[in-house]
C-alpha cells in the first residue's frame, strides 16, 4: 500500500530526528533497546551499572515518545 509505506518512511524519518535531540548516553540506550539488547548488555556497553543502564533506556524512551508526541505520531 502506498499510503502506508509513505507514513512509514515519516514515521522513521521522526524516530531519526527525535532520536538525535536525545543526550548522548540516553541515545545510546535507546539505540541498544530498539536493536534488543537486554539491560545488562546495556549495562556493559554503556558502562556503569544496570540500574544506570535500565534508567537511561527508560528515561531515554520517554523523552522519544514525547518528541514523537510533539510530531504528532503516538507511538
Do not use: W
Not at 4 to 14: D, L, M, S
Not at 43 to 58: D, E, F, I, P
Request: aromatic fraction near 4%.
Amino acid at each position: 500500500d502506498p499510503e502506508r509505506e509513505v507514513r512509514g518512511r515519516q514515521i522513521g524519518r521522526a524516530v531519526r530526528e527525535c532520536l538525535s535531540t536525545l543526550i548522548r548516553p540516553r541515545r545510546t540506550a535507546v539505540m541498544l533497546h530498539l536493536y534488543g539488547f537486554e539491560g545488562d548488555e546495556t549495562r556493559r556497553v554503556l558502562g556503569g551499572n544496570l540500574k544506570q543502564a535500565r534508567n537511561l533506556t527508560y528515561r531515554g524512551l520517554a523523552d522519544l515518545r514525547r518528541c514523537l508526541e510533539a510530531k504528532g505520531i503516538r507511538p
